[in-house]
């Protein structure tokens, strides 16, 4: 089976940044995609990024574009999410999450069902 766990959520104020990781343990095949979700008070969770061990390959959504970074340490198995300049509407409950059969990173990628979540991890931006 494949465990996600989602860590280094917490409270900034506006323009600063974190870095959330997500460590991967279990079986996972050596091509695999990992991504990032969110979840805003409210609303429905969303993707927003991920990254593809199959060929580096990342995708971000337009609203975290430029500000966002997400990158992986394969040794450490472990995928974070550096997240600059945030705004105070990036606050939400930050999921990792990646499926079995997917393999390449893209945008109809973050919609396809996912087999494996991580507990999300909680990011406040106050104004």
């Known amino acids: 089976d494949v465990q996600l766990q989602a860590s280094g959520g917490g409270l900034v104020q506006a323009g600063g940044s974190l870095r959330l990781s997500c460590s991967v343990s279990?079986?996972?095949?050596?091509?695999?995609?990992i991504a990032w979700f969110r979840q805003a008070p409210g609303k429905e969770r969303v993707g927003i990024s991920c990254?593809?061990?199959?060929?580096?390959?990342?995708y971000y959504v337009d609203s975290v574009k430029g500000r966002f970074t997400i990158s992986s340490d394969p040794i450490k198995n472990t995928v974070y999410l550096q997240m600059n300049s945030l705004k105070p509407e990036d606050t939400a409950v930050y999921y990792c999450?990646?499926?079995?059969?997917?393999?390449?990173?893209?945008?109809?990628?973050?919609?396809?069902?996912?087999?494996?979540w991580g507990k999300g991890t909680l990011v406040t931006v106050s104004s």
């Open positions: 279990g079986s996972l095949f050596n091509d695999h995609v």
């Open positions: 990254i593809s061990s199959t060929d580096g390959g990342t």
């Open positions: 999450a990646t499926d079995r059969l997917w393999r390449y990173c893209s945008a109809s990628g973050l919609h396809r069902s996912m087999g494996y």
